[in-house]
T-cell receptor
Framework: DVKVTQSSRYLVKRTGEKVFLECVQDMDHENMFWYRQDPGLGLRLIYFSYDVKMKEKGDIPEGYSVSREKKERFSLILESASTNQTSMYLC??????????????FGDGTRLSIL | QKEVEQDPGPLSVPEGAIVSLNCTYSNSAFQYFMWYRQYSRKGPELLMYTYSSGNKEDGRFTAQVDKSSKYISLFIRDSQPSDSATYLCAMIPLNTGNQFYFGTGTSLTVIP
């Protein structure tokens, strides 16, 4: 079974803090993704990566950055947290090279609250 | 208009009922179709993955794709309280780099 592990289930931070969300997958997948999920808005793609040290912007990258130094690990960084970044953050991974159309496998999410 | 439309519900059915969940889409380039189940406070879990029109069955679950109508369905037979969750449809266009398009999810409750 594919295992995508997010380091924290719940996180509370203060406005202006730099926040790191970590994600690790154990299936040697090339592709990794970060989403946020909000009621009524569904899943929105923040950033994704097809390979180590590669990253591409998704639909809502503003206020976020990412890091992929190793194939199995993909980090999401909130440079200066704001209250509108309170959300459920989901990490996902999928196999195959770019364009191979394989299903994504998700972690259990990090519920982040910014006070 | 969103590329993928999904009725958010909520949908409430008695145990044992047949459940029909649906998504419509506007982009004829979508070629791969998925259904995910998401329990409260958990991540989405892949249920079904299909390519092309037709039916695919897995136990009590049947995924149906009608490309001519741009319509996909998930049927759950003999529904159980453990099926209570949010169901998300997802689609991928052909050869565009694995970027997914998700529905917003339908909340289902199966009442014992």
């Amino acid at each position: 079974d594919v295992k995508v592990t997010q380091s924290s289930r719940y996180l509370v931070k203060r406005t202006g803090e730099k926040v790191f969300l970590e994600c690790v997958q154990d299936m040697d997948h090339e592709n990794m993704f970060w989403y946020r999920q909000d009621p009524g808005l569904g899943l929105r793609l923040i950033y994704f990566s097809y390979d180590v040290k590669m990253k591409e912007k998704g639909d809502i990258p503003e206020g976020y950055s990412v890091s992929r130094e190793k194939k199995e690990r993909f980090s999401l960084i909130l440079e200066s947290a704001s209250t509108n970044q309170t959300s459920m953050y989901l990490c996902a991974s999928s196999p195959g090279r770019r364009g191979r159309n394989q299903p994504q496998h998700f972690g259990d999410g990090t519920r982040l609250s910014i006070l | 208009q969103k590329e993928v439309e999904q009725d958010p519900g909520p949908l409430s059915v008695p145990e044992g009922a047949i459940v029909s969940l649906n998504c419509t889409y506007s982009n004829s380039a979508f070629q791969y179709f998925m259904w995910y189940r998401q329990y409260s406070r958990k991540g989405p879990e892949l249920l079904m993955y299909t390519y092309s029109s037709g039916n695919k069955e897995d136990g009590r679950f049947t995924a149906q794709v009608d490309k001519s109508s741009k319509y996909i369905s998930l049927f759950i037979r003999d529904s159980q309280p453990s099926d209570s969750a949010t169901y998300l449809c997802a689609m991928i266009p052909l050869n565009t780099g694995n970027q997914f398009y998700f529905g917003t999810g339908t909340s289902l409750t199966v009442i014992p």
